[in-house]
């Protein structure tokens, strides 16, 4: 058990809302911490390391929270202090020794994962402090920032052991990555038409609330669609990618569609994804292949996948960043660059192998 100076130390780098009674979280921590002892002495969880009084104390916060969130009345008394004990242990020792985890292919220290993990949290600190999600003035950051944060959160997909679900993931980063490269390629021609359609879609889901300016909202779409010939049955599509229309010859190429992959992907010039991007659909919509899929062919899928859409984000990114910082952090950033970027391609590269010999084995 810590001390009282080390708690207070604890406490105050946690940082708990000012409603919470800190002698009160104290007393709930040692009895917390009394009632684990004895659960450890009599073996009542096998065999665990000894218990993590942050985390213990973490528990024991936000469960306090919740009563403050729940209640008009909180009362500081024994009875909820024994609640809280209660509950923060079971949640402690269930959660922390007894947490179910799928078999893992890969571990967060592996290299293919933490490599690009290191990358991606540098790219990511410093999408942060621009980022104002202001899509008037940072609407390319802010998609871009989103993008990045997708490849993160597939990562840690695969290092749960969620192979399917990661490369489902990748369905929604393969399309963030297209509209960035239209939005970098046609920028003048498209982005108001963009945020237009933005506010499209906000009045068509319900999020604007105003009456009126939904009704001005659908008589401009209306009118619009009037325009190009397009039929009520097609609001929904025009609302999502009408503003592909701002794109030059566009509406002259019958091969263009409003849609994503006649539409946004084949612009983009990515339309050799389109298989890939219609098996990652299909797991999202839950088909039998979400439940009876062989996880390691799927891992070398995502893996995969999202090693070549890192890379184009990257890419995005390295041309911002590289014009709007100083000669020092652009050196700075080459030298990152070549020992962590270099590696990225290395990794994939031997996974492309890897891959290449499990299609070749599975095929025979």
Request: charge should be neutral; proline fraction near 2%; charged fraction near 25%.
């Amino acid at each position: 058990m810590i001390s009282k100076e080390q708690f207070d130390l604890v406490y105050t780098h946690l940082n708990p809302p000012k409603r919470l009674n800190k002698d009160f979280v104290f007393e709930c921590y040692k009895y917390a911490n009394e009632g684990a002892d004895n659960l450890i002495q009599n073996n009542a969880f096998g065999k665990v390391v000894p218990v993590n009084p942050v985390v213990l104390i973490l528990y024991i916060l936000h469960e306090y929270n919740y009563f403050f969130e729940v209640n008009k009345n909180v009362v500081e008394d024994e009875s909820l202090l024994s609640k809280i004990v209660s509950i923060s242990l079971d949640k402690y020792f269930t959660n922390e020794h007894l947490n179910f985890k799928n078999e893992t292919i890969v571990s967060k220290y592996s290299p293919e994962m933490s490599t690009l993990t290191t990358y991606l949290n540098f790219v990511l600190n410093v999408l942060s402090k621009v980022s104002r999600k202001n899509p008037n003035e940072t609407l390319f950051v802010d998609i871009l920032n989103k993008g990045f944060s997708m490849c993160k959160a597939m990562i840690e997909l695969m290092e749960d052991g969620f192979e399917t679900e990661a490369f489902s993931t990748w369905r929604t980063i393969h399309e963030t990555e297209c509209v960035l490269i239209l939005l970098a390629k046609y920028d003048k021609e498209i982005r108001q038409t963009y945020l237009k359609h933005i506010n499209y879609a906000m009045a068509f889901r319900g999020v604007i609330q105003d009456k009126e300016k939904v009704d001005q909202i659908f008589v401009q779409i209306k009118e619009e669609m009037k325009n190009l010939n397009l039929k009520s049955k097609d609001m929904k599509k025009y609302i999502e990618y009408g503003w592909l229309s701002k794109i030059p010859n566009f509406n002259e190429n019958p091969q263009f569609k409003f849609n994503f992959r006649d539409g946004v992907e084949s612009l983009a010039g990515l339309s050799h994804y389109s298989k890939t991007y219609e098996l990652a659909s299909e797991i999202a919509h839950s088909s039998p292949m979400l439940i009876y899929s062989k996880n390691s062919y799927f891992y070398h899928v995502a893996i995969l996948n999202l090693y070549e859409s890192f890379f184009r984000l990257e890419n995005l990114f390295a041309n911002i960043y590289q014009r709007n910082v100083s000669e020092e952090e652009n050196k700075r950033f080459l030298m990152m660059k070549e020992v962590y970027y270099t590696n990225l391609r290395i990794i994939y590269e031997r996974e492309k192998v890897i891959f290449k010999g499990l299609s070749n084995t599975n095929t025979k």
